[in-house]
Structures are given as structure tokens and as C-alpha cells.
């Protein structure tokens, strides 16, 4: 395997998601276009501020985007769950047992019920 395959596949299948080109994320977070293609492409990997803005723009975790964890929503999107749910019990949770709990509801977002 490459070494930037899995980064690109996650951020190709993030922007495809959300149904964008890639150069409307370049002009989100203020890169040329070709840059972007090229972390798509497997060709170069961004540096850390680069990663921030596209973990920002696509509202997931640096660590999804890394191929870290499989658990997509950033902190602000989990904090917000959180309060939309008024689930404040999830503080007397474990991390872990919290995260697997935001990874089943973070599935349940994005396979709904038929």
C-alpha cells in the first residue's frame, strides 16, 4: 500500500459525501486546487495546518482523517450532540465507553433507518 492511500481515500470518499468538488474544498480552506488534487492523488500530504483546516471544513476528528479511529465527529460535533440530546450522562461515562457510544451514534447518523 502507498503511503498517503488510506488519507486519500478518506478525504476522496469525505468530499464525495458531501457531494463538493475539490476545488470548492481548495477555496474553502484557501489552497490552490492542484494542491488539493494531489493530496487526493496520494502525491504530497499536507502539513498540520493544512490537516486542521480539511478536519475543520469536513467537521471530523483529526484522528478519522488520519485513518486513527473510526470515529468521525469532531469534539464540537459531539459536545453538540451531546446538548441536543441533553445527554449530560455521558460525562459519568468512561472515554471509552462514551466513544463507543458516539461511534454507534455516529452510524446510526449515517445508515438511517429505511
Known sequence: MERFEK????LQN???NRDVKQA????AI????SSYSNYEQGLHMP?????IKLADYFDVTLDY???RTETKLSWSRQTELMKQYDLDLLDALSTRDRKIL???ADRLRDHPKS
Open 47 to 51: 502539513d498540520y495546518t493544512v490537516l
Open 24 to 27: 470548492e474544498v481548495a477555496s
Open 14 to 16: 469525505l468530499r464525495e
Open 30 to 33: 484557501g489552497i490552490a486546487p
Open 65 to 67: 482523517l488520519l485513518d
Open 102 to 104: 458516539l461511534y454507534i
Open 7 to 10: 488519507f486519500r481515500y478518506t
